[in-house]
């Protein structure tokens, strides 16, 4: 049986935070504009509307406590502090939250949605403690379906969440996925998540395939990245991504090494792209199938991605050259390193002019994320 951590919104110590019940009515109210006097929210707001961050990770007391129980991991355990001094030396104005692997599956869903409810509760809290500074993307407990979609009720009508937030992979057994994001079985949460035009961020974790493959190596050095291509081109593939087209996924860390194996992927067209949004001239005709029936290219050029650790000209220059201008999202990865370099050298790689680099920063998040522009 696995061991859970209790509730998690105190019920006291009105100074720091509030009980569940004004806490979810200060959710409420927020939705409707009216948490606070719009004088007090202006007052509360950063001063500058600076860099918008996709990918930040929140640990919640809760999950860690789930993950030391459980044995399973042990990451840095960042303070909301500690996240707000990284945010504000890099310039960081909102950071849009999302929970670390592997996860909250292990075998039971009693379990998982518990913990998955208290994850996005305290995220939620985030963003009415902190006005302004933090957005959210809700954790679903994945694979139980029923669960997933009471989450996406909660988590979108009741705590406002921005989007939600799935792993590269997933399967019945704890830790390591063997099932990907075109899987059959989650139909259900995207028909859901499809009607209501939702965001879903996509981050990687280990697979079962591969999580030793080379031992001693850490899965984030080469199966993140790979993990991600494998998740792309199981929505592509199965056709989920045409499917369903009112979804908008977010990739992180560049779509791993999509960027790098477009010519496997697109072809005789790979040749032909340019950094606009266009195909060159003299283009062959993009072959259509029954997944994707209007193409590849459209499909991979409709998904964002972020910017958190490919912050460098080789891997930018390649994404730049598939990805829309328009979709490329700042991140930084916290709380593994600090945010500031990744501005630094994000800057230093001179991919991106000046304008695009206004885009990449802030104005492509603020044109995506409704949080921003209300």
């Not at 939620?124 to 669960?147: K, N």
């Not at 998540?193 to 996509?202: E, K, P």
Request: proline share 7%; hydrophobic share 40%; glycine share 8%.
């Amino acid at each position: 049986m696995v061991t859970t951590p209790q509730e998690t919104i105190p019920k006291t110590n009105p100074s720091n935070c509030m009980c569940r019940r004004n806490f979810l009515g200060g959710i409420a109210a927020m939705g409707a504009g009216t948490l606070l006097p719009s004088e007090v929210l202006q007052a509360q707001m950063p001063k500058l509307a600076g860099r918008v961050n996709t990918h930040h990770h929140l640990t919640a007391p809760a999950y860690v406590k789930f993950l030391f129980d459980n044995n399973v991991r042990q990451f840095p355990n960042k303070s909301i502090a500690e996240g707000l001094d990284d945010m504000d030396k890099s310039g960081v104005s909102t950071a849009f939250v999302s929970t670390i692997g592997p996860g909250f599956w292990f075998g039971n869903p009693t379990d998982a949605r518990k913990i998955a409810r208290e994850v996005n509760e305290f995220a939620a809290r985030q963003t009415i403690d902190h006005p302004g500074r933090f957005g959210m993307f809700a954790a679903l407990p994945v694979p139980d379906i029923e669960g997933c979609l009471r989450e996406i009720e909660y988590s979108l009508e009741t705590l406002k969440a921005d989007g939600v937030y799935l792993f590269t992979n997933f399967g019945d057994k704890p830790l390591y996925g063997d099932k990907y994001l075109g899987d059959a079985s989650l139909a259900p949460i995207y028909e859901e998540l499809n009607r209501r035009h939702a965001i879903i961020y996509v981050h990687p974790k280990d697979a079962a395939c591969c999580h030793d493959a080379q031992p001693g190596i850490g899965g984030s050095l080469i199966e993140y990245g790979t993990d991600t291509t494998r998740a792309i081109a199981s929505l592509l593939f199965s056709g989920t991504a045409a499917r369903y087209p009112n979804l908008t996924f977010i990739f992180a860390h560049g779509g791993g090494t999509m960027p790098y194996l477009a010519s496997r992927f697109l072809g005789d067209l790979a040749p032909y792209l340019q950094e606009n949004g266009t195909l060159r001239a003299g283009a062959p005709a993009e072959k259509k199938t029954t997944a994707m029936p209007r193409g590849m290219l459209p499909e991979l050029r409709k998904f964002y991605y972020d910017t958190a650790s490919v912050e460098n000209p080789l891997a930018l220059m390649a994404l730049k050259k598939l990805a829309l201008p328009s979709h490329i999202l700042f991140g930084t990865d916290f709380p593994f390193g600090n945010g500031m370099e990744h501005v630094e050298n994000l800057h230093a790689s001179r991919v991106f002019n000046e304008a695009e680099m206004r885009g990449v920063e802030r104005e492509n998040a603020a044109q995506l994320l409704v949080r921003l522009r209300t």
